[in-house]
């Protein structure tokens, strides 16, 4: 019993968590099974904007629906350069984010400001992942799996990490008072 006490916050955490994720997840497959056969907006919106600034770096891209697929053409030329699926949108990386800021807590003013903040540099990074992954699949097929697969999967978690750790240390108030207990 002493020892279920001495962890009972890494418990709840853990608990709070499981459950918000849990929840997040549940809701984003609802969203994704609204659409059907058709790629959902956030999926667009980000290929949209992966279009946009692979523009401004100098290519001519352009994207398009795929009749009866839940994806997004981003073309060079009038060729299919990258498809966009909804996995590839950012949302799930966000969820994880999200579920860890409710379970750890803080304080309601820092993590109004903290939650969109990160979102947007976790958008950010997700937008320069699927650029570069562009930029692999036209010039660099025989990596691109690697890349996709296991590197900007990695670097996209690792940025969430970074992102924790920064909650957790620097604008989180708990851990000075979990240090004066």
């Given at each position: 019993m002493e020892l279920l006490k001495e962890?009972?916050?890494?418990?709840?955490?853990l608990g709070k968590f499981l459950?918000?994720?849990f929840i997040g997840n549940i809701l984003y497959g609802v969203y994704i099974e609204s659409h059907g056969e058709q790629p959902d907006g956030i999926t667009w919106l980000v290929t949209g904007q992966t279009s946009w600034i692979l523009d401004l770096a100098g290519y001519e891209t352009a994207i398009a629906d795929v009749p009866e697929a839940a994806k997004v053409s981003l073309m060079q030329n009038g060729d299919v350069v990258l498809h966009v699926y909804e996995g590839c949108n950012g949302l799930n990386v966000m969820i994880v984010f999200i579920a860890f800021l409710f379970a750890f807590g803080g304080p309601l003013k820092k993590l109004a400001i903290f939650l969109?903040?990160?979102?947007?540099?976790?958008?950010l990074v997700n937008l320069m992942r699927v650029s570069l992954l562009f930029h692999l699949a036209l010039n660099n097929s025989q990596q691109f799996y690697y890349y996709h697969k296991y590197f900007f999967t990695a670097t996209l978690y690792a940025v969430v990490f970074a992102l924790w750790a920064v909650w957790v240390i620097r604008f989180n108030e708990k851990r000075s008072i979990d240090a004066a207990e």
């Open positions: 962890f009972k916050p890494a418990l709840i955490f459950a918000l994720y969109p903040l990160g979102l947007f540099i976790i958008h």
